[in-house]
């Protein structure tokens, strides 16, 4: 399997900088992605009617651009899971994990034996017609694949230093509307208490030698993040930054603020 260059840099302590895709599923778009500086992005199939068969030319193009590709996949059910790997993702974000038990289950289904249990299927969109062996390419695959979990609930949080302990886990990937929510303020991210879960995130996090993770679309709450350690780091989504990019530009033209 290809080298992941995004768990390289997290488990070197940097930080990467990615985004989701819902609807600009043309895999043109992943050259587009790395050419503007993202290091990954990840098909959002919870939120989004993408397919197995954009999902794998979408890979296809990001290997050869050199941007790592993921999918965050509906729920966290192992097949759903193990079909994103084989089409040839380099990681799968699994949305709303509320316990250890839930966490462990997640990524034991993305890693093979002796990691995990995930069933074998080398198809040669995660090889890249350069098979070697089954032993080499199942150890290359554990090596490389990026597991992401969600921390979206009231009940996560609670137990996020037991969830970051998860064997084989590289990010804890804080969900902020669907948290926001749980703790009863919602989508209020001045609140101190979403921002004393984000410090209980990272805290949780750095002991366990993982990486913390968030998405917007507002860059002071990004940089917020960044500064207090979260190094997973997605800036807004394809669908949100082309409507805000149209509407800036449209109201230039009209005669608006320069």
Known sequence: MQKNAVKESLQAGGSVY???LTDCLDPEFASLLRAAGLDFFFVDTEHSPANYHQIQALCRAARGAGIVPLVRVTENVPHLITRALDSG??????????????AHAAVESMKYLPEGRRGFGMRST????QWTNAADEIASANRETLAVLQVESREA????????GTPH???????PYDLTISLGIAEQFDHPEFWDAVDRVVGACSKNGIAAGLQSGDMAILRESQRR???FLLYSNDVTVLFEGYKQGVARLKGGPE
Not at 89 to 102: A, N
Not at 126 to 129: L, P, S, V
Not at 169 to 175: A, H, K, P, Y
């Open 229 to 231: 350690g979260v190094r």
């Open 169 to 175: 886990l590289d990010v804890l990937f804080i969900g």
């Open 18 to 20: 990615g985004t989701s």
């Open 157 to 164: 949080l609670s137990q996020v230093e037991e969830i970051a």
């Open 89 to 102: 993702v380099m990681g799968v974000v699994v949305p709303r994990v509320h316990s250890p038990r839930e």
């Open 126 to 129: 995660i090889t890249d017609f």
